[in-house]
């Protein structure tokens, strides 16, 4: 039986291989989808149950399925893993819920296959270079607590407990601090994140954005929810207002005018100082958060979300403006890539 | 109604920056000294960061700005102008010349903080600093009055200068304070500060002193 590490050497040097053989840019989040169509494998969606995909190895028609009900970043994961027994030459292989199973903590009597496709998917969507960008686009050099492993997650388009993982792989968090990390469920964090604005269905996603976010896009699905937090000072007149949503992307909740408030003890602008003077300052800035909801009903498109910080009595006169490219991406159904390999569905994935 | 808006320099603007402190304390010290020099909000920014500063906040406290003007005096604003250079930057050569600094009045800070003693301090000639949380809707009401019953959300805070103030007996009982929004806002720059919003989400309150018999 080979080692986690052993597995995870292998898994990275094939990892590495495979990103230059596909010449994938290493400066954004993976797009595991793609690269399986490019090595010509048919990838298909489907109502799985307790399964979160499936390997199949015959040879031209080799493909895999992806559990259609599961969060995208979740079946990327999947995906990766998958992708991770064609590259090992794996026979076929179904897969049962394999983030809690790395939760549960019994990873050690995984068998090597499992072992090498785990190791494979993590250093696929996971490489430290990766790693390292995301958090820079956070503004942190190391994730300081389980949120920061969230928005990481998020940005990477993985899941939060291999992504948590991945991050002692490549030494970025000691061990026994990621374990602790991987082993809380990712519908703790998002609780834990905006309480009672949490989506109704857990496996949708919470996209936590702040100013940094302006100008970037978005991924998210029906259902997700967009917690967005901006810098205001109520003592200047300047306040911000919502300049163009479109009806897909409603107002939940502002932390201005509703009871809710959101963790920003991740480090959102405006902190509480501890200092002791910090209690007679007087025109500060503050942070208001706005919760979105994706219609759950709504369709793949790209919409613009805009605000504009200014003063009511002069519109026209924004200090400071925040836009958001939102991509809606429904579930994926059926088989997806290559169109080429339709024609061998009916003896592909969906048989196995 | 005692108003005093006909003796005070023009309503500045600190646009969208923490300086509503600045702003407070500078027309408090124009009104009372009444030479049309106006004082420089930025130098106030400057002196109340010589008393106290926590880091990474810009912001300041009354406090700090008295004390920072009654140790260093206070520049002009021709002296220093509203954000060339913005503070943190240090006095420029114009402000450091004692020509251009004034010497700022005593002050003190009142308590309890309740609006009978705004209306008696304006009635003895002073000037008073009025800090409050902000409910933001309260702000934004098209007749100029800051209302808000109480408990409502007030994410932060404010300063400005109380100029005016109801007689006892007088319904509804309200302050008139000169804002630092611009003329734009409220009436020519000015709202009336309800009794109600003061005892519900006032601060603090200090008050700069007329030499001499003031009383009004």
Redesign the interface.
């Known amino acids: 039986m080979i080692s986690w590490a052993d597995a995870h050497t292998q898994a990275a040097a094939q990892a590495a291989e495979l990103h230059a053989d596909l010449d994938i840019d290493l400066t954004q989040p993976v797009d595991v989808f793609a690269a399986i169509e490019r090595l010509g494998l048919v990838l298909a969606f489907a109502p799985l149950g307790k399964i979160s995909g499936l390997y199949i190895p015959r040879g031209r028609s080799a493909g895999i399925l992806l559990h259609q009900g599961h969060p995208r970043t979740r079946q990327r994961y999947t995906a990766g893993h998958e992708l991770g027994h064609h590259v090992f030459n794996h026979a076929a292989e179904v897969d049962l819920e394999l983030e809690e199973a790395l939760r549960r903590g019994d990873v050690e009597r995984w068998p090597d296959h499992e072992k090498q496709a785990e190791a494979f998917g993590a250093w696929f969507l996971m490489p430290r270079k990766l790693l390292r960008r995301g958090l820079k686009r956070l503004g942190v050099d190391r994730p300081r607590d389980p949120y920061d492993v969230y928005a990481l997650s998020l940005w990477l388009g993985t899941s939060y407990t291999a992504t948590a993982r991945q991050l002692s792989a490549t030494r970025l968090v000691d061990y026994p601090v990621a374990e602790q990390w991987a082993r809380i469920p990712p519908r703790n964090v998002k609780r834990a994140l905006v309480g009672e604005m949490v989506p109704d269905d857990l496996h949708n996603d919470v996209w936590w954005l702040d100013g940094g976010h302006h100008q970037q896009p978005v991924e998210a699905r029906p259902g997700d929810r967009l917690v967005l937090t901006l810098g205001?000072?109520?003592?200047?007149?300047?306040?911000w207002r919502i300049s163009a949503a479109p009806e897909e992307i409603k107002l939940l909740a502002d932390?201005?005018?509703?009871?809710w408030e959101p963790e920003l003890s991740q480090g959102g602008p405006g902190l509480d100082?501890e200092?002791d003077?910090?209690e007679?300052?007087?025109?500060?800035?503050?942070p208001?958060s706005f919760v979105f909801e994706v219609d759950p009903q709504a369709e793949r498109a790209i919409h613009h979300l805009a605000l504009a910080?200014d003063?009511?009595?002069?519109p026209d006169r924004a200090?400071?403006e925040f836009e958001l490219l939102v991509s809606i991406n429904p579930p994926l159904h059926g088989i997806q890539v290559p169109s080429s390999e339709l024609a061998l569905s009916g003896g592909g994935p969906t048989a196995a | 109604m005692s108003d005093f808006r006909a003796d005070q320099s023009p309503v500045g603007d600190q646009g969208d920056r923490p300086t509503c402190v600045a702003f407070a304390v500078g027309g408090a010290h124009e009104w009372l000294a009444a030479d049309g020099e106006l004082r420089s909000a930025e130098d106030a920014m400057w002196a109340a960061h010589q008393i106290g500063t926590v880091p990474g906040r810009e912001e300041i406290s009354v406090r700090w700005a008295l004390e920072g003007l009654s140790a260093h005096e206070h520049a002009s604003e021709q002296a220093w102008p509203y954000g060339t250079p913005q503070w943190p930057a240090g006095r420029p050569a114009a402000a450091l010349g004692c020509a251009n600094r004034r010497a700022l009045p005593a002050w003190l800070r009142l308590q309890p903080l309740s609006f009978t003693a705004i209306r008696e301090q304006l009635a003895a000639g002073n000037a008073v600093l009025v800090s409050l949380r902000v409910v933001p809707a309260a702000w934004r009401r098209p007749d100029a009055t800051i209302d808000a019953e109480p408990g409502r959300k007030a994410p932060g805070n404010h300063a400005v200068l109380a100029v005016g103030a109801t007689k006892p007996g007088e319904d509804p009982e309200r302050a008139i304070v000169k804002n630092s929004w611009g003329p734009q806002w409220g009436r020519d720059g000015y709202g009336y500060l309800t009794r109600r919003y003061l005892e519900s989400y006032g601060v603090r309150m200090h008050v700069l002193e007329r030499e001499g018999d003031g009383a009004r």
């Open positions: 205001e000072i109520p003592s200047s007149g300047f306040s932390s201005y005018e509703d009871e100082s200092a003077d910090a007679e300052l007087i025109g500060g800035a503050h208001r910080k003063r009511a009595w002069e200090s400071e």
